[in-house]
Protein backbone atom coordinates (compact mmCIF):
# COMPACT_ATOMS: atom_id res chain seq x y z
CA UNK A 1 0.00 0.00 0.00
CA UNK A 2 0.93 3.34 -0.80
CA UNK A 3 0.73 6.30 1.78
CA UNK A 4 -1.05 8.31 2.14
CA UNK A 5 -4.07 7.21 1.63
CA UNK A 6 -7.14 9.38 1.36
CA UNK A 7 -10.26 9.06 2.65
CA UNK A 8 -13.77 11.26 3.17
CA UNK A 9 -17.34 11.06 4.54
CA UNK A 10 -19.80 10.50 2.77
CA UNK A 11 -21.10 13.79 1.42
CA UNK A 12 -17.27 14.77 1.19
CA UNK A 13 -17.58 17.38 3.62
CA UNK A 14 -15.09 16.18 5.92
CA UNK A 15 -11.33 14.80 4.16
CA UNK A 16 -8.54 13.27 5.44
CA UNK A 17 -4.89 12.07 5.05
CA UNK A 18 -4.05 8.44 6.29
CA UNK A 19 0.16 9.03 6.21
CA UNK A 20 0.37 5.72 7.57
CA UNK A 21 -0.38 1.90 8.48
CA UNK A 22 -2.61 1.22 11.36
CA UNK A 23 -1.44 -0.23 14.38
CA UNK A 24 -3.95 -2.97 13.94
CA UNK A 25 -7.13 -3.39 12.18
CA UNK A 26 -10.10 -4.82 14.76
CA UNK A 27 -13.43 -6.24 13.92
CA UNK A 28 -15.81 -5.04 16.75
CA UNK A 29 -19.07 -6.99 17.10
CA UNK A 30 -20.72 -5.48 20.12
CA UNK A 31 -24.25 -4.52 19.93
CA UNK A 32 -22.97 -0.43 20.07
CA UNK A 33 -21.02 -1.50 17.12
CA UNK A 34 -23.84 -3.11 15.53
CA UNK A 35 -26.57 -0.12 15.39
CA UNK A 36 -23.22 2.12 14.30
CA UNK A 37 -22.50 -0.08 11.57
CA UNK A 38 -26.48 -1.48 10.95
CA UNK A 39 -24.68 -4.72 10.45
CA UNK A 40 -23.00 -7.33 12.29
CA UNK A 41 -19.68 -5.72 13.17
CA UNK A 42 -17.90 -2.48 12.69
CA UNK A 43 -14.35 -2.26 11.04
CA UNK A 44 -11.90 -0.02 13.32
CA UNK A 45 -8.16 0.67 12.34
CA UNK A 46 -6.21 1.46 15.63
CA UNK A 47 -3.95 4.40 14.47
CA UNK A 48 -1.82 6.97 15.50
CA UNK A 49 -3.51 10.18 16.18
CA UNK A 50 -0.82 12.15 14.55
CA UNK A 51 -0.69 9.65 11.35
CA UNK A 52 -3.76 11.34 10.30
CA UNK A 53 -5.01 14.76 9.16
CA UNK A 54 -8.61 15.90 8.58
CA UNK A 55 -10.23 18.83 7.49
CA UNK A 56 -13.62 20.18 7.18
CA UNK A 57 -15.80 20.68 9.60
CA UNK A 58 -16.83 17.78 12.80
CA UNK A 59 -19.06 17.10 15.04
CA UNK A 60 -18.95 14.78 18.72
CA UNK A 61 -20.68 12.76 20.38
CA UNK A 62 -19.80 10.51 23.77
CA UNK A 63 -20.93 7.42 25.37
CA UNK A 64 -19.20 5.65 28.74
CA UNK A 65 -18.48 2.03 27.55
CA UNK A 66 -18.66 -0.48 29.79
CA UNK A 67 -14.89 -0.50 30.74
CA UNK A 68 -15.87 2.78 32.49
CA UNK A 69 -14.05 4.60 29.38
CA UNK A 70 -15.29 7.66 27.53
CA UNK A 71 -16.01 6.37 23.94
CA UNK A 72 -16.16 9.38 21.83
CA UNK A 73 -17.23 9.60 18.05
CA UNK A 74 -15.92 12.42 15.42
CA UNK A 75 -18.62 12.47 12.35
CA UNK A 76 -19.54 14.72 9.31
CA UNK A 77 -22.43 16.94 10.38
CA UNK A 78 -24.16 16.98 7.36
CA UNK A 79 -23.78 13.41 6.25
CA UNK A 80 -23.91 12.33 9.79
CA UNK A 81 -20.96 9.52 8.65
CA UNK A 82 -18.68 8.55 11.33
CA UNK A 83 -14.96 9.24 10.65
CA UNK A 84 -13.12 8.03 14.08
CA UNK A 85 -13.64 6.93 17.43
CA UNK A 86 -11.51 8.21 20.45
CA UNK A 87 -10.79 7.86 24.07
CA UNK A 88 -10.25 11.48 25.64
CA UNK A 89 -8.34 9.85 28.10
CA UNK A 90 -5.40 8.42 25.08
CA UNK A 91 -5.01 11.17 23.01
CA UNK A 92 -2.42 9.94 20.62
CA UNK A 93 -3.99 6.96 19.44
CA UNK A 94 -8.08 7.38 17.27
CA UNK A 95 -9.92 4.42 15.69
CA UNK A 96 -10.29 5.45 12.34
CA UNK A 97 -13.61 3.58 10.65
CA UNK A 98 -11.23 2.84 7.66
CA UNK A 99 -14.21 1.75 5.22
CA UNK A 100 -14.18 5.50 3.91
CA UNK A 101 -10.44 5.60 2.52
CA UNK A 102 -10.14 5.76 -1.33
CA UNK A 103 -8.47 2.18 -0.69
CA UNK A 104 -9.80 -0.43 1.51
CA UNK A 105 -7.05 -2.91 1.08
CA UNK A 106 -6.27 -2.44 4.47
CA UNK A 107 -9.29 -4.30 5.93
CA UNK A 108 -8.22 -6.78 7.18
CA UNK A 109 -8.99 -7.65 10.77
CA UNK A 110 -6.06 -9.05 12.77
CA UNK A 111 -9.00 -9.47 15.67
CA UNK A 112 -12.27 -10.06 16.32
CA UNK A 113 -13.62 -8.67 19.82
CA UNK A 114 -16.92 -8.27 21.55
CA UNK A 115 -17.53 -12.03 20.12
CA UNK A 116 -20.08 -12.58 23.03
CA UNK A 117 -22.50 -10.77 20.93
CA UNK A 118 -21.71 -12.01 17.40
CA UNK A 119 -24.86 -12.09 15.58
CA UNK A 120 -24.71 -16.18 14.82
CA UNK A 121 -24.80 -16.43 10.85
CA UNK A 122 -21.25 -14.62 10.41
CA UNK A 123 -18.43 -17.00 10.82
CA UNK A 124 -15.12 -15.85 11.77
CA UNK A 125 -12.13 -16.55 9.43
CA UNK A 126 -9.75 -19.04 11.18
CA UNK A 127 -6.37 -17.99 12.27
CA UNK A 128 -7.54 -14.46 13.49
CA UNK A 129 -7.78 -13.70 17.46
CA UNK A 130 -11.16 -13.78 18.91
CA UNK A 131 -12.05 -12.33 22.30
CA UNK A 132 -15.43 -12.59 24.49
CA UNK A 133 -15.08 -8.83 25.44
CA UNK A 134 -13.04 -6.43 24.62
CA UNK A 135 -8.77 -7.35 25.31
Wanted: glycine share 6%; with cysteine; net charge neutral.
Amino acid sequence: MNYPIKGSCQCGGVTYELKEPPLMVVACHCKECQKLSTSAFSITAVVRAEAVQFEGEMAEWRRVAESGNINGASFCPACGNRLYHFNPDEPGIIKLKPSNLADTRLIQPSAHVWVSQKQDWFQIPEGVKVFDKQP
